[in-house]
Every structure is written in structure tokens, then in C-alpha cells.
Nanobody, 124 residues
């Protein structure tokens, strides 16, 4: 797939909100399942949320359920992550990733395509 580019990160106070975006050029975006991962300093990359190619099925890490919402707009080749009620432990670099397959597993190695990441910092 064409390169993935994330945007929307920044510094926010605890309890605040941010919306991350991921754009992919090319005409095959709708063929790909998409996901968000994050990686905090000194920690392994972890799954945050995923969405199937149609947007019909989503999957979330327990730590973000009820606070984060993943969505996609295939007409615009865009993936989003709405993050509400942010906590300091949400601080990390957030990556979007894609895979040309059904399902949205939580294992990073199942995704061959990655963006460069966007930093999210939540202050207490």
C-alpha cells in the first residue's frame, strides 16, 4: 500500500480530547483493514483499535474501550481515532497500520504497512 501518514497528535491535559488522522494515497485503501497502535518509551508497541475494510467491525484494547473510537472514510482514504477522556498513561507515539486481509488482530507483526507515527502527550 502507499505510505500512511498520521497527523493530529499533540499535548493535551488529562481529561481532554484529540482526534488522530491517517491518510493513505492510492486507490486501494478500501481493500485494507486498518488499525491504530501505540508505543510508549521503554514499552512494546501495543494494539489500540482496529477496523475492517468496510468499517463494519471494530476492535478495541480494553484500556481504551468507551474512550476511543476508530472510524474510516473510504471515499477520502482516511482513518481516524477519536480519543476522549485522555489519561497520562495514553502518552505514546501513535501509529496507523494496515493489512490486506480480513480481521483486525492485535499483533503488530500481522500488519505489513506502517506510518511514521504521531506523538500524543497527556499531562496530569
Amino acid at each position: 500500500q502507499a505510505p500512511l501518514v498520521e497527523s493530529g497528535g499533540g499535548l493535551v491535559q488529562a481529561g481532554g480530547s484529540l482526534r488522530l488522522s491517517c491518510t493513505a494515497s492510492g486507490r486501494t485503501f478500501s481493500n485494507f483493514a486498518m488499525a491504530w497502535f501505540r508505543q510508549a518509551p521503554g514499552k512494546e508497541r501495543e494494539f489500540v483499535a482496529g477496523v475492517t475494510w468496510s468499517g463494519g467491525t471494530t476492535n478495541y484494547a480494553d484500556s481504551v474501550k468507551g474512550r476511543f473510537t476508530i472510524s474510516r472514510d473510504n471515499s477520502k482514504n482516511m482513518l481516524y481515532l477519536q480519543m476522549n477522556a485522555l489519561r497520562p498513561e495514553d502518552t505514546a507515539v501513535y501509529y496507523c497500520a494496515s493489512r490486506l486481509s480480513t480481521g483486525v488482530p492485535g499483533t503488530p507483526r500481522m500488519y505489513p504497512y506502517w506510518g511514521q507515527g504521531t506523538q500524543v502527550t497527556v499531562s496530569s
